[in-house]
């Protein structure tokens, strides 16, 4: 995403998972005030998946980087088009490029599928890089955020993807639980135009400066790069000795906060962040400094990217907004929650640490 993205809870033993109704609806709103609807409402009967058998459609899967959220929403796109008989003609990751993310989708795109599943590095350049495409007659399947200028039922079928700001309070709720409802904490926020990670970031603030008059947010610094979070918490790190928490706005940042925290050999700051990798659930795993995760339910992304494809090549509209559950990961659940948002089991290294 969230590049990214994309869930990023309750008190830190609890699991919190929430259904669409139970959602402020205020709040489960896409970037252009989408009412959400919930994932779960795509389903095709079994004569429609009979006719799109017959029709011999091909997709292709575009993606942002190559990560743990993207493996589960692969797995569960994948598999919801091979029940429909739409063959899957190429994969792609961009490692987080927007130049290579174009390139990739020009390559695809000679092979003439018909549907693109993608995550855009760039909602703004994808907004004209991605438009030859779809000038081609391809239609497209968007995780978190639609390039820049495009109109649902025109130019893209939906957005797929979770309820953010849910996500992001969350993950205030369970750092806030973590450090007993009092002390410092510095705040790391993807700092782009990116509605995913910046409804995220933005209600971990709201609900911190809402909900916890014990806490406050002494330091707050954005990324461009999450290759640069290491040196941004070492500077946090070194500013405010007395930090208690630290946010990040998902996994792969709160790993360069872990690494400043191993580096200063500081086993205090408790770190809370969004969707799961197996370096901070093996943290987790062994009682570190990471106690919450918030994921979404990937796998289920990737069912309702497969399921919408399915609609646009049958002409059947498709909300402009689909979301999917989100849970909270802590060390209590983070084998049950992982498999529950994966649809895998969490990886061997992190179950041997919880037996230990």
């Known amino acids: 995403m969230t590049l990214l993205r994309h869930a990023f809870l309750g008190a830190l033993v609890v699991?919190?998972?929430?259904?669409?109704?139970?959602?402020?609806?205020?709040?489960?709103v896409g970037p252009k005030g989408e009412a959400a609807t919930s994932s779960s409402e795509l389903q095709l009967t079994d004569e429609e998946v009979a006719k799109l058998k017959e029709g011999h459609y091909t997709?292709?899967?575009v993606w942002h980087m190559a990560q743990e959220y993207t493996s589960a929403v692969t797995a569960g796109a994948q598999d919801e088009l091979d029940r429909l008989g739409i063959k899957v003609l190429a994969i792609t990751e961009a490692g987080f490029d927007a130049a290579k993310q174009k390139n990739d989708l020009e390559t695809v795109m000679v092979r003439n599928p018909d549907v693109i599943l993608t995550l855009p590095v760039d909602p703004v350049s994808a907004g004209e890089a991605f438009r030859p495409a779809l000038k081609e007659g391809a239609k497209f399947v968007i995780v978190d955020n639609a390039p820049a200028g495009w109109e649902q039922g025109k130019d893209y079928v939906t957005v797929v993807t979770d309820n953010n700001y849910e996500m992001g309070k969350h993950t205030a709720d369970a750092l806030a639980g973590a450090i007993g409802s009092k002390g410092k904490v510095g705040m790391i926020f993807y700092d782009a135009d990116f509605f995913v990670t910046n409804m995220r970031d933005k209600a971990f603030k709201d609900t911190i400066a809402g909900s916890y008059p014990g806490i406050k947010i002494v330091a707050e610094q954005g990324f461009a790069d999450p290759r640069?979070?290491?040196?941004?918490?070492?500077?946090?790190?070194?500013?405010?000795p007395e930090l208690d928490g630290i946010y990040t706005s998902w996994g792969e940042p709160a790993?360069?906060?872990?690494?400043?925290?191993?580096?200063?050999?500081?086993?205090?700051?408790?770190?809370?962040?969004l969707d799961v990798n197996e370096v901070i659930g093996l943290d987790m795993a062994k009682g570190g400094n990471v106690v919450s995760i918030t994921v979404d339910e990937a796998y289920e992304i990737g069912r309702?990217?497969?399921?919408?494809?399915?609609y646009a090549l049958l002409g059947?509209?498709?909300?402009?907004?689909?979301?999917?559950?989100?849970?909270?990961?802590?060390?209590?659940?983070?084998?049950?929650?992982?498999?529950?948002?994966?649809?895998?089991?969490?990886?061997?290294?992190?179950?041997?640490?919880l037996v230990k």
């Open 316 to 353: 059947k509209g498709v909300p402009p907004y689909m979301v999917v559950p989100a849970l909270t990961l802590t060390r209590d659940n983070l084998v049950k929650g992982w498999y529950q948002s994966m649809h895998r089991e969490a990886p061997q290294s992190i179950r041997d640490a």
């Open 255 to 273: 790993e360069g906060a872990l690494a400043a925290l191993r580096a200063a050999k500081n086993d205090h700051v408790k770190i809370s962040t």
């Open 228 to 240: 640069r979070v290491q040196e941004i918490a070492d500077a946090m790190l070194l500013q405010y």
């Open 59 to 61: 997709a292709a899967m």
């Open 304 to 310: 309702a990217l497969g399921a919408a494809a399915g």
């Open 15 to 28: 699991s919190v998972v929430m259904p669409v109704g139970a959602w402020g609806q205020s709040r489960a």
